[in-house]
């Protein structure tokens, strides 16, 4: 749009002063040489200057339509609307006709001076007069924009934005959060300067390039209360004299994965790098390679609590259009210990628009997706949506998270807690008195939050030893068998967090070659108090002769021998364990509480335990690896004077042989 008015005006004068004279609105001499000289001044960029002489022009000539409208623009560029208003105004009392996209201009105007229905009115006006097709377009685009955000702003979320605290902002700027499921360790992108007594003679003065600022990566503690703690640099091999930054924690924070541009492994602009926590700090980045990077831009990377799927911006071909959100899935792990990736995705139309989509997020919850956008209805620039995943596992149209969320700067970066209840972003120093970037965090609204997630936290070790063990996670979901999370523990402490999706009843397994597995069970459905996670310690035994392990998942229909559907998981991983341990021999062993007579319960262990013998011989284990055996209720590991007892004795084991 000022570009438009701009070279108009800069047009006006391009002849001679003697053949100009006829060109212009009016023939005052005088007016049109004060006029000349405010226009090369404010080319200039000469803006106090420029006013005053094209204030002189207009005291010459009072109706004098060219100096108006630079005034317009020259109002416009200081972002004070009242007078770029009452100037273009002005302009259109003398010549409504002169330059019709002074009405487009006023709608832009009355916009950002927050008022509508004047905005709309001139917009319309414009559409009348203009016969620029494209002109018109973008005028309906403003009206729309426009309805969205008078209805937005006249019903306002409830926002309570908090800082982050002096811990974590300060006078530089603070973006890009990423937070673990527990809430306890904050990873943030630092702009800082690169000499600081250069920073401390120029200050704000000092232009934000790279020339004099670097992106680095801090980190800060949560204490006892939740409170951050003073943030440091995050220790390691990431932090370099380039840019580092849009990052991304696994969940359970031993995982990152970053941005880094213009480096000598890149394959395009910028790609997307992995590293992961030792007992020395970060590792030395590595280039996570195709399909994910490319030789087009690379950017912003989220990996999912899901501990499987990595989502990114990129601005490749065969997309909606600019830069869209790509997925991809995990394929494995390198034996240098980086995640390699697969069967790459664009999110589809229904995420992407032919402007640009920025920083997507998805919920600990697998369903809910949150990130900015340009391209969807708006209150201008980069705003924060979010979208739900349906029945079909479609994404639904994206919602607006509505006004003080949005504004018509840009919002990216939205993050929000497992638990579903806070959301964490950055914006430009909204009530900071530095007005740099901090980071906040507000209570989400209910219609705007996620399925809320607990998560089981611990360590993995030696049974016999007590040596920390870093083991693989899994867990499935009882009802379809899908694994709905992996995860890795700590290489080096055995420490390991696993996200729980509240809703469904899940197998969850840990395991570490040379060891038996565990097992687990999860049964979230029904209301559970997001809260109070879970604490478990895991003893992995030696895979050698006497050791056994306790299938939680095995299930049979009461007073029967029949399996449930569910044990499919379950079984189906004891498989796994004997085709990748193939000289092991097991015992498969029944356990009943003591309900009924001796007899009867003694019948009934030994039945199911045939019943997961002939599931996997069925299932292609030969069957001289294995035996099964009933015991009845003589092996009892808890009372059965309770029903809780009574539900722990009633157990399948498998023992090595």
Same mark, same amino acid.
């Given at each position: 749009?000022?570009?438009?008015?701009?070279?108009?005006?800069?047009?006006?004068?391009?002849?001679?002063?003697?053949? =100009?004279?006829?060109?212009?609105?009016?023939?005052?001499?005088?007016?049109?040489?004060?006029?000349?000289?405010?226009?090369?001044?404010?080319?200039?960029?000469?803006?106090?200057?420029?006013?005053?002489?094209?204030?002189?022009?207009?005291?010459?000539?009072?109706?004098?339509?060219?100096?108006?409208?630079?005034?317009?623009?020259?109002?416009?560029?200081?972002?004070?609307?009242?007078?770029?208003?009452?100037?273009?105004?002005?302009?259109?009392?003398?010549?409504?006709?002169?330059?019709?996209?002074?009405?487009?201009?006023?709608?832009?105007?009355?916009?950002?001076?927050?008022?509508?229905?004047?905005?709309?009115?001139?917009?319309?006006?414009?559409?009348?007069?203009?016969?620029?097709?494209?002109?018109?377009?973008?005028?309906?685009?403003?009206?729309?924009?426009?309805?969205?955000?008078?209805?937005?702003?006249?019903?306002?979320?409830?926002?309570?934005?908090?800082?982050?605290?002096?811990?974590?902002?300060?006078?530089?700027?603070?973006?890009?959060?990423?937070?673990?499921?527990?809430?306890?360790?904050?990873?943030?992108?630092?702009?800082?300067?690169?000499?600081?007594?250069?920073?401390?003679?120029?200050?704000?003065?000092?232009?934000?390039?790279?020339?004099?600022?670097?992106?680095?990566?801090?980190?800060?503690?949560?204490?006892?209360?939740?409170?951050?703690?003073?943030?440091?640099?995050?220790?390691?091999?990431?932090?370099?004299?380039?840019?580092?930054?849009?990052?991304?924690?696994?969940?359970?924070?031993?995982?990152?994965?970053?941005?880094?541009?213009?480096?000598?492994?890149?394959?395009?602009?910028?790609?997307?790098?992995?590293?992961?926590?030792?007992?020395?700090?970060?590792?030395?980045?590595?280039?996570?390679?195709?399909?994910?990077?490319?030789?087009?831009?690379?950017?912003?990377?989220?990996?999912?609590?899901?501990?499987?799927?990595?989502?990114?911006?990129?601005?490749?071909?065969?997309?909606?259009?600019?830069?869209?959100?790509?997925?991809?899935?995990?394929?494995?792990?390198?034996?240098?210990?980086?995640?390699?990736?697969?069967?790459?995705?664009?999110?589809?139309?229904?995420?992407?628009?032919?402007?640009?989509?920025?920083?997507?997020?998805?919920?600990?919850?697998?369903?809910?997706?949150?990130?900015?956008?340009?391209?969807?209805?708006?209150?201008?620039?980069?705003?924060?949506?979010?979208?739900?995943?349906?029945?079909?596992?479609?994404?639904?149209?994206?919602?607006?998270?509505?006004?003080?969320?949005?504004?018509?700067?840009?919002?990216?970066?939205?993050?929000?807690?497992?638990?579903?209840?806070?959301?964490?972003?950055?914006?430009?120093?909204?009530?900071?008195?530095?007005?740099?970037?901090?980071?906040?965090?507000?209570?989400?609204?209910?219609?705007?939050?996620?399925?809320?997630?607990?998560?089981?936290?611990?360590?993995?070790?030696?049974?016999?030893?007590?040596?920390?063990?870093?083991?693989?996670?899994?867990?499935?979901?009882?009802?379809?068998?899908?694994?709905?999370?992996?995860?890795?523990?700590?290489?080096?402490?055995?420490?390991?967090?696993?996200?729980?999706?509240?809703?469904?009843?899940?197998?969850?397994?840990?395991?570490?070659?040379?060891?038996?597995?565990?097992?687990?069970?999860?049964?979230?459905?029904?209301?559970?108090?997001?809260?109070?996670?879970?604490?478990?310690?895991?003893?992995?035994?030696?895979?050698?002769?006497? =050791?056994?392990?306790?299938?939680?998942?095995?299930?049979?229909?009461?007073?029967?021998?029949?399996?449930?559907?569910?044990?499919?998981?379950?079984?189906?991983?004891?498989?796994?364990?004997?085709?990748?341990?193939?000289?092991?021999?097991?015992?498969?062993?029944?356990?009943?509480?003591?309900?009924?007579?001796?007899?009867?319960?003694?019948?009934?262990?030994?039945?199911?335990?045939? =019943?997961?013998?002939?599931?996997?011989?069925?299932?292609?284990?030969?069957?001289?690896?294995?035996?099964?055996?009933?015991?009845?209720?003589?092996?009892?590991?808890?009372?059965?004077?309770?029903?809780?007892?009574?539900?722990?004795?009633?157990?399948?084991?498998?023992?090595?042989?």
């Amino acid at each position: 749009m000022r570009k438009t008015l701009l070279l108009f005006i800069l047009l006006s004068g391009i002849s001679l002063f003697s053949e =100009a004279q006829s060109r212009y609105s009016v023939d005052n001499k005088r007016a049109i040489k004060f006029y000349q000289e405010g226009r090369s001044q404010y080319a200039a960029g000469n803006l106090e200057e420029a006013k005053e002489l094209l204030f002189k022009a207009l005291d010459k000539e009072a109706g004098f339509m060219e100096p108006m409208l630079l005034l317009g623009d020259l109002y416009h560029s200081q972002k004070q609307w009242d007078k770029e208003l009452e100037i273009l105004q002005k302009a259109l009392n003398v010549d409504s006709t002169f330059y019709v996209p002074t009405y487009y201009n006023i709608g832009i105007a009355a916009y950002h001076a927050e008022k509508y229905d004047l905005s709309i009115e001139h917009f319309k006006r414009y559409q009348e007069l203009s016969k620029n097709e494209e002109g018109r377009k973008r005028a309906e685009t403003m009206i729309n924009r426009v309805a969205f955000v008078k209805e937005a702003k006249a019903n306002p979320y409830d926002i309570d934005l908090k800082s982050a605290g002096e811990g974590v902002n300060s006078e530089f700027d603070e973006y890009w959060p990423s937070i673990t499921a527990d809430e306890q360790t904050m990873v943030i992108t630092v702009l800082m300067p690169r000499d600081m007594q250069l920073y401390r003679e120029k200050g704000e003065e000092l232009p934000k390039s790279s020339v004099f600022y670097q992106e680095d990566f801090y980190v800060s503690q949560a204490d006892s209360n939740g409170q951050w703690q003073d943030r440091h640099v995050l220790l390691g091999h990431l932090n370099t004299r380039s840019n580092e930054g849009a990052q991304t924690l696994s969940a359970d924070g031993n995982w990152m994965f970053y941005t880094g541009c213009g480096r000598s492994d890149s394959k395009g602009s910028c790609d997307i790098y992995f590293s992961r926590k030792t007992n020395q700090g970060w590792s030395a980045p590595v280039n996570i390679g195709a399909p994910v990077n490319s030789p087009f831009w690379e950017s912003q990377p989220h990996f999912a609590a899901d501990g499987q799927t990595l989502y990114f911006i990129s601005n490749r071909g065969k997309g909606a259009g600019g830069k869209d959100i790509w997925r991809a899935t995990l394929q494995g792990i390198k034996e240098d210990g980086t995640p390699y990736f697969g069967d790459l995705k664009n999110l589809g139309d229904t995420i992407n628009t032919r402007g640009d989509e920025n920083s997507p997020f998805l919920h600990h919850d697998g369903e809910t997706l949150y990130f900015s956008s340009n391209g969807h209805q708006g209150m201008g620039g980069m705003d924060l949506f979010m979208s739900r995943k349906d029945e079909e596992g479609k994404w639904i149209s994206p919602k607006n998270m509505g006004y003080p969320i949005n504004t018509s700067k840009d919002e990216i970066g939205l993050i929000v807690t497992a638990k579903g209840d806070k959301a964490y972003f950055s914006s430009d120093g909204r009530g900071a008195e530095t007005g740099a970037k901090d980071i906040y965090s507000f209570r989400l609204p209910e219609e705007l939050r996620p399925n809320p997630v607990l998560y089981v936290k611990g360590k993995v070790y030696d049974v016999e030893t007590g040596e920390v063990l870093p083991a693989d996670f899994q867990l499935k979901s009882l009802q379809t068998g899908e694994t709905v999370i992996r995860s890795h523990g700590n290489s080096f402490s055995g420490e390991f967090l696993v996200s729980l999706p509240v809703g469904g009843e899940y197998a969850f397994k840990a395991d570490h070659p040379g060891y038996l597995f565990y097992s687990g069970n999860f049964n979230l459905k029904g209301d559970h108090p997001v809260d109070k996670p879970y604490y478990l310690d895991i003893g992995l035994k030696p895979i050698k002769e006497g =050791a056994t392990v306790r299938l939680e998942n095995v299930f049979f229909e009461t007073d029967s021998y029949e399996l449930k559907p569910e044990s499919k998981v379950e079984l189906d991983e004891v498989i796994e364990f004997l085709n990748n341990n193939p000289g092991v021999r097991i015992m498969l062993e029944g356990h009943t509480d003591n309900v009924g007579t001796e007899e009867y319960n003694l019948t009934l262990s030994e039945n199911r335990a045939r =019943a997961v013998y002939n599931y996997l011989v069925k299932e292609g284990i030969d069957e001289n690896r294995l035996e099964y055996k009933g015991y009845g209720f003589s092996q009892p590991v808890e009372s059965n004077q309770t029903k809780e007892g009574r539900a722990r004795n009633r157990r399948t084991e498998m023992r090595i042989l």
